[in-house]
């Protein structure tokens, strides 16, 4: 099993940048998939983006893709999302997750150990 704790979340205006971390304890770090998913107010929790466990295979959502980067330090067990140009969409509680096998790295039930989220909030 895996403890996930995610950091970094806050207020920013649009276009700024903000940097989340997922910290990991339990079992070793380097042995699971991870992901970001996001959840705003009313809507369901989505994909955001995912890094294989040696980090060669990235993948991100259209949404995202172009101002967000994914990326993992084993070393340090935790996996970051830089969040750059930020838009009043991107508002909402952002989740870090794990699992040790991932086939559908879109879908958040392929995904067993979940953070607790962190808030992040764009302002116009």
């Known amino acids: 099993q895996v403890h996930l704790v995610e950091s970094g979340g806050g207020l920013v205006q649009a276009g700024g940048s903000l940097r989340l971390s997922c910290a990991a304890s339990?079992?070793?770090?380097?042995?699971?998939?991870m992901g970001w998913f996001r959840q705003a107010p009313g809507k369901e929790r989505e994909f955001v983006a995912a890094?294989?466990?040696?980090?060669?295979?990235?993948y991100f959502s259209d949404s995202v893709k172009g101002r967000f980067t994914i990326s993992r330090d084993n070393a340090k067990n935790t996996v970051y999302l830089q969040m750059n140009n930020l838009e009043p969409e991107d508002t909402a509680v952002y989740y870090c997750?794990?699992?040790?096998?991932?086939?559908?790295?879109?879908?958040?039930?392929?995904?067993?150990?979940w953070g607790q989220g962190t808030r992040v909030t764009v302002s116009s």
């Open positions: 997750a794990a699992d040790d096998y991932v086939s559908n790295w879109y879908r958040s039930y392929e995904y067993n150990y």
């Open positions: 339990g079992r070793t770090f380097s042995r699971y998939a």
């Open positions: 890094i294989s466990r040696g980090g060669v295979s990235i």
